[in-house]
């Protein structure tokens, strides 16, 4: 099981970090995914880290604005996430693939709840 935090309620140009821990076993060993699902869209990858940490990719609407990073001490990952937009709006998802990066839902074996990013209007 996968456990995500951080988010909240922002204004544009705000900043979150999001984490995600796992909880029965530890990440290493394996690649971290973050998805996001806003209101009436379907689920889109946003960012992933390999198990290696040696290949991270974004989607092009968020490069330059996220970063995600493995705190290894504390079997985290995080996805900071900086200049928020309105349209970065969404429940937030991590999820856990075997090693490597896959812009396949599908190949994610572990998932968390999501956490919810906001607008305040």
């Known amino acids: 099981q996968l456990v995500e935090s951080g988010g909240g309620l922002v204004q544009p140009g705000e900043s979150l970090r999001l984490s995600c821990v796992a909880s029965?076993?530890?990440?290493?060993?394996?690649?971290i995914g973050w998805f996001r699902q806003a209101p009436g869209n379907e689920r889109e990858g946003v960012s992933c880290?390999?198990?290696?940490?040696?290949?991270?990719v974004y989607t092009d609407s968020v490069k330059g604005r996220f970063t995600i990073f493995r705190d290894n001490a504390k079997h985290t990952v995080h996805l900071e996430m900086n200049s928020l937009k309105p349209e970065d709006t969404a429940v937030y998802y991590c999820?856990?693939?075997?090693?490597?990066?896959?812009?396949?839902?599908?190949?994610?074996?572990?998932w968390g709840q999501g956490t919810q990013v906001t607008f305040s209007s």
């Open positions: 880290i390999d198990s290696a940490d040696d290949r991270i």
């Open positions: 999820a856990a693939a075997y090693r490597y990066c896959s812009v396949f839902s599908t190949e994610y074996d572990y």
């Open positions: 029965g076993f530890t990440l290493d060993g394996y690649a």
